[in-house]
T-cell receptor, first 112, second 113 residues
Framework: RKEVEQDPGPFNVPEGATVAFNCTYS??????FFWYRQDCRKEPKLLMS???SGNEDGRFTAQLNRASQYISLLIRDSKLSDSATYLC?????????????FGKGTKLSVIP | SQTIHQWPATLVQPVGSPLSLECTVE??????LYWYRQAAGRGLQLLFY??????ISSEVPQNLSASRPQDRQFILSSKKLLLSDSGFYLC????????????FGPGTRLTVT
């Protein structure tokens, strides 16, 4: 089983739609969770950290389910500028507690 | 605020040539530093990380090496490039300690011909 798995997509959605991404992780001891956004040919940028209680930042909502070992990202009212690849990121206990493992990403295209 | 710089932005090198990529961080002290590679259409692969000057840990055996001569400087090198070394090289930093979020530089796109 891969450490961090994501549906590669692409997800093609119209402007204004709500879209959800899921991610599963294999190490039950992981404690830090993030979503990053990567535009084409650019560096990944932190979108948001994911907290146990779930958290929201504007149109973006992240949730964590430790029992099932999955993380989700919900984007409401999609904008054209949301088009990017979204990376699920989890820390890797036992491999150096400060290391992060990146999923391969889910590509989102928001269509006018 | 913290800023991370990488150069060059793009590089085309022949097989067998040497490589030196540099990364510097401003606005923070004693950061953890990381080198990643992203091959075309693939995920991020951690190559090296450093928790302090002169302290380098390698994640993947290969013909690359890394050095940290100063607190906020991280260098990726190779004596002889292979075709398989082509990719997008990203430097990142994080606050030292536990698995805090990492912040990436703009990256170097390397093509080995």
């Amino acid at each position: 089983r891969k450490e961090v798995e994501q549906d590669p997509g692409p997800f093609n959605v119209p402007e204004g739609a709500t879209v959800a991404f899921n991610c599963t992780y294999s190490n039950s001891a992981s404690q830090s969770f993030f979503w990053y956004r990567q535009d084409c040919r650019k560096e990944p940028k932190l979108l948001m950290s994911v907290y146990s209680s779930g958290n929201e930042d504007g149109r973006f909502t992240a949730q964590l389910n430790r029992a099932s070992q999955y993380i989700s990202l919900l984007i409401r009212d999609s904008k054209l500028s949301d088009s990017a690849t979204y990376l699920c990121v989890v820390n890797s206990p036992g491999a150096g507690s400060y290391q992060l493992t990146f999923g391969k990403g889910t590509k989102l295209s928001v269509i006018p | 605020s913290q800023t991370i710089h990488q150069w060059p932005a793009t590089l085309v090198q022949p097989v067998g040539s040497p490589l030196s990529l540099e990364c510097t961080v401003e606005g923070t002290s004693n950061p953890n530093l990381y080198w990643y590679r992203q091959a075309a259409g693939r995920g991020l692969q951690l190559l090296f990380y450093s928790v302090g000057i002169g302290q380098i840990s390698s994640e993947v055996p290969q013909n690359l090496s890394a050095s940290r001569p100063q607190d906020r400087q991280f260098i990726l090198s190779s004596k002889k490039l292979l075709l398989s070394d082509s990719g997008f090289y990203l430097c990142a930093w994080s606050v030292s300690g536990f698995a805090y979020e990492q912040y990436f530089g703009p990256g170097t796109r390397l093509t080995v011909t």
